[in-house]
Each structure stands twice: as structure tokens, then as C-alpha cells.
């Protein structure tokens, strides 16, 4: 091999080097509502500790922003889905709040498709 290609490899193994060398910012795992309040069974019927898994619109929060392990996160999935075929829960947020609906008004309206005129 020549001296150049040499040392061009060994700019790219101390690159490597330096990369294993450096600190990785590891995230603290969130801890779960329901494992702070040793909570072990989640209910149904219990509709303002499902509101904590719900988002602004009416979605299930996820695991990641929630902090629930994989086996609270099923459970609440199932008690979410069965408290909205019970009606206690709705499937659908009507009502946005104030700060959702500026955002839209802002938004700019799509132009109108071109009409084609027709001979």
C-alpha cells in the first residue's frame, strides 16, 4: 500500500476512535403514572385516569410520551377502547381548543382545483 492511502486510513480509524470515545446522552426512562401510584389493574369505569392516555384529540398517547411499560400500555389500550364502545369516553374531540383552532385560521386555504372547460 502507499504511504498516502496509509495514512488516509488512519485519519478514518481515529475518526472511529473518537466517535467510541465520546459520551452517549442517555435519556432517563420516564416513569409511568400508574407505577408511581401503584396502580396495578386499570379500569374501565376509571375515565379521568384514561384521560391521561388520551391526547388533546382524542387519540391514545403512546408508550414513549406516556412512560407505561409494554404491559400497562395493553391495558390501557383495551380499558380506552372499551370506555368508548360504553360511551364514556368520546371516539372523536369535537370541540378544539382555542390555541388548535388559530393554528388552522392561519393556515393559508387551498387554491381551487382549475375547472376544464368543457366543449
Do not use: C, H, W
Not at 500500500?1 to 472511529?16: C, P, Y
Not at 372499551?82 to 387554491?111: D, G, K, W, Y
Amino acid at each position: 500500500m502507499s504511504e498516502e492511502l496509509k495514512a488516509g486510513l488512519a485519519g478514518v480509524m481515529d475518526k472511529d476512535a473518537d466517535v467510541a470515545a465520546r459520551p452517549r446522552n442517555k435519556r432517563k426512562r420516564k416513569v409511568s403514572f400508574l407505577t408511581t401510584n401503584k396502580i396495578y389493574v386499570v379500569d374501565y369505569k376509571d375515565t379521568a385516569l384514561l384521560r391521561k392516555f388520551i391526547n388533546d384529540r382524542g387519540k391514545m398517547v403512546s408508550s414513549r410520551q406516556s412512560g407505561t411499560t409494554a404491559k400497562q400500555q395493553r391495558q390501557v389500550a383495551k380499558a380506552i377502547k372499551l370506555a368508548r364502545e360504553m360511551a364514556l369516553l368520546p371516539f372523536v374531540v369535537t370541540e378544539m381548543n382555542t390555541e388548535r383552532r388559530e393554528r388552522r385560521s392561519e393556515a393559508p386555504a387551498p387554491a381551487p382545483a382549475p375547472a376544464q372547460a368543457a366543449e
